[in-house]
């Protein structure tokens, strides 16, 4: 089962920016490549959230709230899968986590410990 560490949240003002990364483990490069992964955000009390998303053939798309702020993208040589956070604002805050897609368009039951995300107003 591929194993997802997420790092780079923070505390960070209003309209600031933070990168995110997801290094995978326990999976091959080559398997990598293949996979379909997706950030979540999840804020205590509600539903984790489809943040942004991208295919084995780098196509990516974004929850409305984060399109034109937020770019996903993929390094396959380095089994790692980041998000680029901009303009961030106060409801951007949550823990954010990585996870593969499934053909049934829902993610695996296997989560990480996720990365903070705060911004103050």
């Known amino acids: 089962q591929v194993q997802f560490v997420e790092s780079g949240g923070g505390l960070v003002q209003a309209g600031g920016s933070l990168r995110l990364s997801c290094a995978a483990s326990r999976v091959s490069g080559m398997i990598f490549s293949t996979l379909k992964i997706a950030w979540y955000r999840q804020i205590p009390g509600n539903q984790r959230e489809l943040v942004a998303v991208i295919s084995s053939r780098y196509e990516t798309n974004y929850v409305d709230s984060a399109k034109g702020r937020f770019t996903i993208s993929k390094d396959s040589a380095e089994n790692t899968v980041y998000l680029q956070m901009n303009s961030l604002k106060p409801e951007d805050t949550a823990v954010y986590y990585c996870?593969?897609?499934?053909?049934?368009?829902?993610?695996?039951?296997?989560w990480g410990q996720g990365t903070q995300v705060t911004v103050s107003s």
């Open positions: 996870n593969t897609v499934l053909a049934s368009g829902r993610p695996t039951d296997y």
